[in-house]
């Protein structure tokens, strides 16, 4: 069994791989206050008595993960592989500042051209959202960042006086008929719409028929508005798993 991490700012989300399958899968929101002693007391709830011999993990904050190393570690008797941009040096990109390359990103990029080819778009919607291609030849070329629905609610609500915070919902109609209705439909539809255009002027940079993807845990609340993506909700810990294979 191989244990895969994917550490977020606010929630942890957990993969247990048996030769390529995804056999278990977990979810911890931890608010940006992830420590050693919450992910092992999650890890020995989620596992039980699963035997574990490998484990990686990725971060978007490198001090989470020294915590859910140590943690990981201590509990299953196995030193977790700490998965970085630098380190995936068998995925050539054209990045320009690859220190500020978000792993995840990376991580998606290198699973959508390992387990659908290339050439591919990969949409990850959650707090932020990202669009990342890999041309044909499996090279990741960058992509684009906007901020997540959730994001957008939270924004308004802070700093518009009398707009009140949401939840995202999809919305029958695009035209609002009350300031409620008006911001849930531009959050929901604006968002639809700007997976959906970014997503397709990236593809035609890119060149060819890419494949479109979609992942991320606000991404089954768009699908009925992406035709034609392909939703892989494992995307990113298929990839932390593939890409701890690629190391031996």
Known sequence: MKLCLD??????A??????GRMVQRARLDHGGRLTAELVHSFLERVLGSRSVRRAALISVVPSMADEAAQAAG??????????????????????RTPKKLGVDRLVNAFAAWRLYGAPAVVV?????????????????????IAPGPGTMAQSLHRNAALLPELAVKRQARATGRDTEECIRSGIYWGTAAMVR?????IGREVGGRPRMLVTGGAAP??????KGFRHDPDLTLKGIGLAYDEFG
């Open 74 to 95: 201590r509990l299953l008797n196995v030193q977790p592989r700490v998965i970085t941009v630098q380190a995936m040096s068998f995925m050539k990109h054209g990045y």
């Open 14 to 19: 957990m993969g247990l791989v048996n030769g």
């Open 197 to 201: 255009e970014l997503a397709s002027m």
């Open 221 to 226: 609340l768009f699908l009925p508005e992406l």
């Open 124 to 144: 990850d919607i959650g707090t932020a959202i990202t669009w990342d291609a890999v041309d044909r030849s499996g090279k990741y070329l960058g992509g684009a």
């Open 7 to 12: 550490i977020g700012n606010s929630t942890m």
